[in-house]
């Protein structure tokens, strides 16, 4: 039996798992896996919402440009992971 739960990490890196009556007892391995933001599932209204707001505040910054910074941002998150997780070994 395998069991997933998706949880925050909270500033105090403490996390509570609430496990199923029919978890076997004994001992069992415990894995974290950093999850990599994903873009929005509705990329349009997102899209949206930016070119309003964008408008408000009277920016030059196109949706796109602002998604392919976040898209970075991601990416240099993504390697500073992967480099912890690998200077841990």
Known sequence: MTITQTVEIPA??????????????????VT??????????????????LRGLAKKMGSTLTVERFLEMR????????????KFFQEDK
């Open 12 to 29: 105090n890196r403490q996390i509570f798992l609430d496990l199923p009556p029919e978890l076997p007892l004994g001992k069992a391995k």
């Open 32 to 49: 974290v896996t950093p999850q990599i933001e994903t873009p929005a599932d509705d990329v349009y209204e997102t899209a949206a919402k």
């Open 71 to 82: 898209q970075e941002d991601l990416h240099l998150e993504e390697e500073k992971i992967k």
